[in-house]
């Protein structure tokens, strides 16, 4: 879902289960995607991206969907681990060969051991 | 490879005084990126250099901030005379390669004006 101000979109599991986080993304011309990871403290981290000629990614543990028709990307974190608690955002390319990102407003995962 | 530097980590300062952070990127990348990250948002581009030149700086609040990258490599951003709404985290982010699009983030600056 969407975030007003300080409120984060938040998802709680339980340590093993699968997690996926959901976002909206505004421009459709947008020619690739990524999901980054921020933990407290720290800059976003890559975990894993996907161009908008494809309509799914696996990495190792991690999957991303790309629906172009609804412009929303997911991303599908198998057997979910504690260390994998962070707040994840997805970028859009919106600069075309400017390659600028714009993020969304990010989603608070949230694991229970 | 070492990743990109970001100084100071912290800053604390009053309202209308001025602030200036230093950023240096992973050695080779052609592309600096400054972003403001207010809490419980996602990073917003501020500016983008492409060696020493810049590419983006629409959403940089210009009669206040201003950012440079004389010799194609660190980069410095200033704010004079610093806001309580300034109160964010400053991200500077590389990207090497032609056509690649990924960004590699330093810790980021928290400032926090009183």
């Known amino acids: 879902g969407e975030s007003v101000g300080l409120h984060l979109p938040t998802l709680s599991v339980q340590e093993g289960d699968n997690s996926i986080i959901n976002c909206a993304y505004s421009n459709s011309a947008s020619d690739y995607f990524i999901w980054y990871k921020q933990e407290s403290g720290k800059g976003p981290q890559f975990i894993i991206d996907?161009?908008?000629?494809?309509d799914k990614r696996q990495g190792q543990r991690v999957t991303v969907l790309l629906n172009k028709t609804v412009k929303h990307l997911s991303l599908q974190i198998a057997a979910t681990q504690p260390g994998d608690s962070a707040v994840y955002f997805c970028a859009e390319n919106s600069g075309g060969s400017n390659y600028k990102l714009t993020f969304g407003k990010g989603t608070l995962l949230t694991v229970n051991p | 490879e070492a990743g990109v530097a970001q100084s100071p980590r912290y800053k604390i300062i009053e309202k209308r005084q001025s602030v200036a952070f230093w950023c240096n990127p992973i050695s080779g990348h052609a592309t600096l990126y400054w972003y403001q990250q207010i809490l419980g948002q996602g990073p917003k581009l501020l500016i983008q250099f492409q060696n020493n030149g810049v590419v983006d700086d629409s959403q940089l609040p210009k009669d206040r901030f201003s950012a440079e990258r004389l010799k194609g490599v660190d980069s410095t951003l200033k704010i004079q005379p610093a806001k309580l709404e300034d109160s964010a985290v400053y991200l500077c982010a590389s990207r090497g390669g032609l056509t690649s699009y990924e960004q590699y983030f330093g810790p980021g600056t928290r400032l926090t004006v009183t």
């Open positions: 996907i161009r908008s000629n494809m």
